[in-house]
């Protein structure tokens, strides 16, 4: 199955600075992060309890 992206509430349509994110399906769960300028090119795959500890790190 193939993953659906979201658009970082934080991104803009004007360019720049751009995170999507997606969950996948795999036998364990993780949370998968891209640049969405790049969506062919690599994405992070983290589990959920990684992904929060990234996501408090960011915003701090």
Do not use: I
């Not at 360019?15 to 399906?25: D, Q």
């Amino acid at each position: 199955m193939k993953p659906t992206w979201f658009q970082s509430s934080y991104s803009s349509d004007a360019g720049g600075s751009c995170v999507e994110v997606a969950n996948l399906t795999t036998a364990q769960a993780l949370v998968a992060v891209r640049d969405s300028k790049l969506p062919h090119g690599p994405a992070l795959a983290l589990p959920p309890e990684a992904f929060a500890a990234f996501v408090t790190h960011v915003r701090t």
